[in-house]
């Protein structure tokens, strides 16, 4: 897991939508890496052929989601951020990957119930 700044335009987007305030880095596990390739079909996410994710067509107030679509190798420094786990979570299925310089740190768990 880490600590990490959206791009720009997704941080924008966020905070725009209320999901997220502008100042508020996200903490999300890294799910693919430099040279990985990862695509975006359909409603569907790809990491080297292998599904991990899928996408919402509409967030829980009605409106339509961004997608990226296509297929890339991550390049030096670029990291897909993604809780696969979570349906709902805004990550890398909607606004692509992240550069390494907007990661902050790693997210350590320091307690637990």
Known sequence: MVIAWPPAPARDFAARRHYLPANVPLVKR????PGDTVC?????IFVDG??????LIRDGAGRP?????????????AMLLLMADSPASFDGRYFGP???GDIVGKATLLWAR
């Open 98 to 100: 992240t550069d390494r």
């Open 65 to 77: 989601m961004p997608w990226w679509t296509g297929c890339i190798t991550l390049r030096r420094g």
């Open 30 to 33: 890294v799910a693919a890496e």
């Open 50 to 55: 292998r599904w991990i994710a899928n996408r």
């Open 40 to 44: 975006a079909l359909g409603q569907e």
